[in-house]
């Protein structure tokens, strides 16, 4: 088998015709970039719950596009100029296309959006603000998705509504203490940032408690969500929350 057509039933393969849960939030993403402009996506999309593939060339994103969810096409190509094979696809099928380029002028962002893009994003940028992204591109691009309240907030399977108090991981209701609730509130507002000891006493314990307070009920936290990769500390500083696709039984 040529290496082109091995290289197209890997990727089908990793597409498989399935249809994702919407209250998951979970997307086939393919991601069409040189190796190194992939950066550390094909690590942090499925952190927040999305299936990754990957090609290098305009060619195979034309031919494998319309398996995807959505596309993260650089515009900067070995074989075909990214705007182009942008036309292209859009001429074909509807599918959501976000280009990721090392190109800021406005210029390049015109041409982009001219050519059937439904956003533009230069590099440097966070993975908060791409998922924040591809959230808002999938919301217009799938208006029947159900409009969730703006008090929840989630963070890979972990979906927190604030004001009804309730958490739940890949759908499984989790019971909390309210200080259990509340810490887990505030490093999920930012979460892969880490939240000061201090930060933390302050908010949730009005500063009146010791930090092996925090280190209690960190640990109760982890257990209760199921793995300890949840909540990473930071030695000397304090907590961050990492969002993960999956928890081991």
């Keep these: 088998m040529e290496s082109n057509e091995l290289r197209q039933v890997e990727l089908e393969a990793s597409f498989?015709?399935?249809?994702?849960?919407?209250?998951?939030?979970?997307?086939?993403?393919?991601?069409?970039?040189?190796?190194?402009?992939?950066?550390?996506?094909?690590?942090?999309?499925?952190?927040?719950?999305?299936?990754v593939?990957?090609?290098?060339?305009?060619?195979?994103?034309?031919?494998?596009?319309?398996?995807?969810?959505?596309?993260?096409l650089d515009p900067d190509l070995p074989d075909f100029d990214g705007f182009a094979v942008c036309r292209s696809i859009r001429a074909r099928h509807?599918?959501?296309?976000?280009?990721?380029?090392?190109?800021?002028?406005e210029l390049d962002?015109?041409?982009?959006?001219?050519?059937?893009?439904?956003d533009y994003l230069a590099r440097p940028f966070?993975?908060?603000?791409?998922?924040?992204?591809?959230?808002?591109?999938m919301r217009r691009a799938c208006p029947e998705l159900p409009v969730e309240s703006a008090s929840v907030t989630r963070c890979g399977s972990l979906r927190i509504d604030e004001a009804a108090r309730e958490i739940d991981v890949h759908g499984r209701p989790i019971v909390l203490t309210k200080k259990e609730f509340d810490l887990l509130c505030l490093l999920a507002r930012r979460p892969g940032v880490v939240v000061p000891r201090h930060q933390i006493l302050r908010e949730v314990w009005d500063g009146s408690w010791s930090h092996h307070t925090?280190?209690?009920?960190?640990?109760?936290?982890?257990?209760?969500?199921?793995?300890?990769?949840?909540?990473?500390?930071v030695r000397g500083i304090g907590f961050k929350l990492m969002p993960i696709a999956e928890i081991s039984a």
């Design 94 to 105: 509807a599918v959501p296309i976000i280009l990721v380029t090392d190109r800021t002028s």
């Design 214 to 233: 925090v280190d209690t009920h960190v640990s109760s936290l982890r257990a209760k969500l199921g793995s300890s990769d949840w909540i990473v500390a």
């Design 53 to 72: 593939a990957t090609v290098d060339t305009g060619t195979m994103a034309m031919k494998l596009s319309d398996r995807a969810d959505l596309l993260l």
């Design 16 to 51: 498989p015709d399935i249809h994702f849960s919407v209250f998951e939030r979970s997307w086939r993403i393919l991601i069409v970039a040189r190796t190194e402009g992939c950066g550390g996506l094909v690590q942090e999309l499925p952190r927040y719950g999305h299936q």
């Design 109 to 118: 962002c015109v041409l982009g959006l001219s050519s059937g893009a439904d």
């Design 126 to 137: 966070g993975i908060s603000e791409l998922v924040a992204r591809i959230d808002s591109v």
